[in-house]
């Protein structure tokens, strides 16, 4: 038996045969198609028609040079006589002609990402009969030079302006402002000249032949699939690129056949907030490119129930049904011919992160979804979108884009730029100015002015780098690794190509998008109180198992996470709080100190700012947990820049050449003596690599009096808290471990240190101490380091790094980026857990331990806590809860939920029942009305 490769929308029951489930027939026919047909069989007035599959695609695609694998024209013949039939017309006969459309549609929907050809069939001598059975040149001749325009442009590859240029003239010669205006005599002259052009311009003729006409159609949307804008819609909406697109032929109804015409698109519910009722664009004596090309200034779907009541009445009705019958909100092509209405399209409509979660919502509450199908039916990224403020999207679209990079931190900015830390604080607290800091990269030197920003800029770095870990911590947006900006800290300039901005200059940054624009842009909020957004949030929280807690390091990102939903602190990182102004000097001072006076000194005045910190959280989240990680970053982060010592030095000794007083002479070189000493000691403490060097607990080993000053400040601060009342549940955190004997020695020192304070303040403080699983002998060794621990806390950014062997502030500047375009690797390892490899090291991490230790708290808080691909691969673990940033807290919660529901095995409710779509109007009717008229032809 031949293989099947065209289906008549009369046909689903065939194609479900063959392909199986409901997905699997919309991979086959693709959604249009599916759809159609389905419309068919529930007796919406759909044109007749049929699918060319997308197996037919991709078998064409696959053939040398193009061309049809055998049996697909053929079966294109014979669907196309079973439409005859059904319409009493002949394709290519003046006497009785039947013209068709040609459009493609892949299993998911890529709005005019791919091509649609209309009016096939029509020719010369099939003109001056249409115009002889319906008395209307104006009409047939306005199809007809629609026809030759979308041939050229889609399948001769013609230039649009080509044409729209010819229609200007005309317009212009006839004096009117719109193409409705213009009469038959013009749309003749169109016509005859845009066959001109397309001999022209591709030196062969427009074919007068109806099958070449369809045949070449066909093969032009089959390799619409593999343009460049197909391909990049594909690339960023995660489609993949091996489906194939469908084609659909459907018999053409005319929305141009004069004033009882029409046509347009409708949402079943508003597509911007979700509110119930139908929203779209309707026209008059139109075809339906004039309503999505933007060609004509549109009427409100409102007009339609004026102009044609009765038309309008079936379509909300229609609507309705639909919505019931997919249970979801429907995008509707229609095309009114003479009052009567035609269905050419329905599909899920495209609607905003708000829109979403209303009709998720709102369908629970009208029975045609449950909470599980409302909790999985929104994405994460859409609540990420409630936390972040966005761009107006008009204004948007107009912006000139300055630089794209990496989207790492969600949300809009506008401000001044400013290029130093230092420069943005100061605009930004004295001057009262919004500010985007612009950097090559960012160092711990840089915070103040980072949370003076209002938005991030920087050419180098990756989604793990200071820059983008600070940014997504505080919220603030922010595009990094942006190869093409060249920054000048001298001139205070910044170029991208032939474009330069000043220091001062007004920018726009889309976190999301990972766009810079030039100017400032207006933005929008979203409200994070909207009741739809807290009703979904509290299904997720009553389906999920998974815990989730925040990164936070001071006590307003505690509060922030906490009213975000966040279950407990996960991950205070001390450093951060060594980081601020007046803190980073006196931190440096105990680094860089000659003696263990100095040092002491130093941590004599460290000990009453860190313990303020801790108490600060203790309140903030008061009966929930708090992961205190002892200091862990490298010992460069707190070193002086060395480049900028040597320039300092050589700057004094230039100075020395030029000075003429004995005074002077000896002031200066009393400081190059110093500078001198203070690069000899900061030399002797750089590393080649430091972050695998004096880290995490290789510095508390190396520094005992540290850890044992972290451990009284946390101590204290916790006895305090719970003699005002507070409810402190502390667990403390050694980070890098590698070997058992390391956590060993360090909780000798916690405990000891524990003991004393709690002896002083008279007041027991519970608390648990684990450790950091970030390098793979922790992972390899775990059962031995699970007796030591009593929780585990996954460094997944390290993990990951260590398991890879590359570095995580650089890899996404060089061979990160190519590996994952060229499909070497599937995913940034860094942005969603490598599964695999890293997630196979945690899984045996998570069996030792427990084996060990069967209670053993087990979490995750590298910056993979927020992303929901690896918040699913942690729910699959048994992992007891996800850390991740404050604002990442209600995207994990959500995306917790849904693992659950999944995991729990949880399938959709069915469709409504078929025979609930009977209605007055059915195809069969319709069409025969049609027939009976003499001017019919047909679809949008």
Not at 558 to 564: C, N
């Amino acid at each position: 038996m031949d293989r099947k490769w065209v289906y008549s929308f009369t046909e689903l029951e065939a194609a479900e045969a063959y392909a199986g489930d409901w997905e699997s027939v919309r991979g086959l026919l693709g959604g249009k198609g599916a759809n159609l047909a389905e419309m068919s069989r529930i007796q919406v007035p759909v044109p007749p028609g049929f699918t060319v599959t997308t197996e037919a695609c991709i078998s064409y695609l696959a053939e040398e040079g193009g061309g049809f694998p055998e049996g697909i024209w053929k079966q294109q013949i014979e669907a196309l006589k079973n439409i005859e039939a059904k319409t009493g017309k002949e394709f290519g006969n003046p006497e009785r002609p039947l013209l068709v459309s040609c459009r493609s549609g892949a299993k998911f929907s890529m709005p005019g990402m791919m091509d649609t050809i209309l009016n096939l069939g029509m020719n010369d001598e099939v003109a001056a009969g249409m115009v002889a059975l319906t008395g209307d040149a104006r009409f047939v001749y306005d199809s007809y030079r629609r026809l030759i325009q979308m041939f050229g442009t889609v399948v001769r590859g013609m230039g649009d302006e080509v044409f729209e240029e010819v229609l200007e003239h005309t317009r212009d010669a006839a004096g009117v402002a719109s193409d409705p205006e213009l009469g038959a005599e013009h749309w003749m002259a169109v016509t005859q000249r845009f066959k001109e052009l397309v001999k022209v311009h591709t030196r062969a003729p427009f074919p007068n032949d109806p099958l070449q006409q369809l045949q070449a159609a066909t093969e032009a949307v089959f390799e619409s699939w593999n343009t460049k804008r197909a391909v990049d819609y594909r690339n960023a909406s995660g489609i993949p690129h091996d489906l194939g697109t469908a084609v659909n032929i459907q018999t053409m109804v005319f929305g141009n056949m004069g004033a009882t015409s029409g046509t347009g698109v409708v949402m079943s519910r508003n597509a911007s907030t979700g509110e119930p009722g139908l929203h779209g664009d309707f026209l008059v004596n139109a075809q339906g490119e004039d309503v999505v090309a933007g060609t004509r200034k549109t009427l409100d779907i409102s007009v339609m129930a004026e102009r044609f009541p009765d038309a309008h009445e079936q379509l909300c009705e229609i609507a309705d049904r639909l919505e019931h019958h997919y249970r979801n909100m429907q995008d509707l092509e229609f095309t009114v011919e003479h009052e009567t209405l035609w269905l050419l399209q329905t599909r899920n409509g495209k609607r905003t992160a708000q829109a979403e979660v209303r009709i998720a919502v709102d369908m629970v509450e009208e029975e045609l979804l449950g909470r599980e199908e409302a909790v999985l039916r929104v994405s994460p990224d859409q609540v990420d979108f409630y936390l972040h403020p966005q761009f107006d999207e008009d204004a948007r679209n107009q912006a000139q884009i300055f630089a794209k990079g990496l989207d790492v931190s969600p949300g809009a900015a506008v401000g001044v730029v400013a290029f130093d830390a230092d420069t943005a604080e100061r605009w930004a607290k004295e001057d009262g100015k919004a500010v985007i800091m612009i950097r090559p990269e960012t160092r711990p030197d840089d915070v103040h002015g980072m949370l003076a920003a209002e938005g991030i800029v920087t050419s180098r770095g990756g989604r793990t780098s200071h820059a983008a870990l600070v940014a997504r911590q505080f919220g603030k947006p922010a595009v990094v690794g942006v190869e093409d900006l060249e920054i000048d800290l001298v001139d205070r300039e910044a170029r991208v190509g032939d474009v330069t901005i000043r220091e001062g200059a007004e920018m726009s940054v889309d976190g999301m998008r990972g766009e810079v624009y030039l100017g400032a842009l207006p933005t929008v909020v979203p409200d994070i109180s909207d009741p739809w957004l807290k009703k979904l949030m509290s299904w997720a929280d009553e389906f999920r198992t998974l815990e989730v807690w925040a990164n936070a390091d001071y006590p307003d990102d505690a509060t922030r996470a906490r009213s975000l939903g966040a279950q407990g602190i996960g991950l205070c990182r001390t450093e951060h709080m060594f980081f601020e102004e007046d803190r980073l000097p006196v931190m440096r001072d105990m680094i860089m100190a000659r003696n263990h006076i100095e040092r002491d000194d130093a941590l004599d005045r460290l000990l009453p700012l860190q313990r303020g910190d801790f108490e600060g959280l203790f309140r903030a989240m008061d009966g929930l947990p708090v992961v205190v990680r002892l200091l862990d970053p490298p010992l460069h982060e707190f070193l002086p820049n060395h480049q900028e010592l040597l320039r300092e030095l050589a700057e004094l000794k230039v100075k020395l050449q030029h000075l003429d007083t004995l005074r002077e002479i000896d002031e200066t070189l009393e400081e190059i003596r110093e500078k001198q000493d203070f690069l000899e000691r900061t030399e002797d403490l750089l590393e080649m690599n430091p972050m695998l060097g004096t880290r995490g607990v290789r510095l508390g080993m190396l520094l005992p009096e540290l850890t044992r000053m972290q451990a009284r400040a946390l101590f204290q601060a916790a006895a305090r808290c719970i003699r005002e009342g507070v409810e402190v549940k502390v667990e403390v955190m050694i980070p890098l471990v590698a070997h058992v004997n390391e956590l060993r020695t360090q909780r000798g020192l916690v405990e000891a240190e524990a003991r004393e304070v709690m002896d002083e303040e008279e007041q027991e403080v519970e608390y648990k101490l684990g450790t950091m699983i970030e390098i793979p002998r922790a992972a390899l060794t775990a059962d031995e380091i699970a007796s030591t621990a009593e929780f585990f806390s996954f460094g997944t950014n390290d993990l990951t790094q260590t398991v890879f062997g590359i570095s995580r502030d650089d890899a996404e500047s060089g061979f990160l980026l190519e590996y994952i375009e060229q499909g070497v690797l599937p995913d940034n390892p860094f942005e969603t857990l490598d599964q695999d490899g890293v997630g196979k090291i945690m899984r045996m991490a998570v069996d030792l331990g427990r084996s060990v230790r069967p209670d053993l708290e087990i979490g995750i808080c590298g910056e993979h806590g927020g992303d929901p691909r690896s918040v699913e691969f942690c729910h699959k673990l048994g992992l007891n809860y996800v850390s991740c940033s404050p604002f990442r807290v209600p995207v994990a919660r959500l995306a917790a939920a849904q693992a659950a529901v999944e995991d729990a095995g949880w399938r959709p409710m069915p469709a409504a029942p078929r025979d609930e779509f009977r209605q007055e109007r059915v195809p069969a009717a319709a069409m025969a009305a049609k027939e009976a008229s003499a001017s019919s032809q047909d679809n949008k």
